[in-house]
């Protein structure tokens, strides 16, 4: 498994595993990702343009994707709670793996990107989000050694519980 930055030729594959993860959500009754066709190709084609997309390559198959940026997200700036670090931070969204990919380590390379990538830049901290009812990220979340910090609200005004991970 490798991960690399998106581009274009991986959008296919991009898409496919947030459907793979939209139709995980649906199964399990998370209204995560079920409404307003977010994430979509826009959102995606979006984290490419501005250099934020990656996904994990095996045998030139994409099988995850995040989004994965080093700037302010403004979706954190309310927090019902407190953040554990104040300063620059590094943000990933949006990941999603293929169903028979899911434990393999794949999700796990995003976080250790953003974290050797943001002690280079002078990042303080990851922070990542997750609707309540998303078990599976919320351990993984967890597992990875993110603390829960409190709630924020995202774009489409829906409640998400909030992580950070001081660097």
């Not at 997200?73 to 953040?83: F, S």
């Not at 969204?93 to 974290?115: M, N, S």
């Not at 922070?127 to 050694?145: L, P, S, V, W, Y």
Request: charged share 25%.
């Amino acid at each position: 498994m490798r991960l690399v930055m998106a581009d274009e030729h991986h959008l296919p594959g991009m898409l496919a595993c947030i459907e793979a993860a939209r139709a995980y959500f649906k199964e399990k009754q998370i209204p995560q990702w079920q409404s307003n066709h977010y994430p979509g190709r826009e959102d995606l084609c979006a984290d490419i343009a501005k250099k934020n997309a990656y996904v994990v390559i095996e045998a030139d198959q994409v099988i995850a994707t995040a989004a994965i940026q080093f700037t302010q997200d403004p979706n954190y700036d309310k927090i019902d709670g407190a953040w554990i670090c104040n300063g620059k931070y590094a943000v990933i969204h949006r990941i999603a793996v293929l169903p028979k990919w899911k434990g393999q380590q794949a999700a796990a390379l995003f976080v250790a990107f953003a974290k050797e990538k943001g002690k280079t830049i002078g990042c303080k901290s990851l922070r990542i989000d997750t609707h309540c009812q998303n078990i599976a990220m919320i351990r993984f979340i967890e597992k990875c050694g993110y603390r829960y910090c409190g709630v924020v609200v995202v774009g489409d005004g829906t409640k998400r519980n909030a992580y950070e991970l001081p660097l």
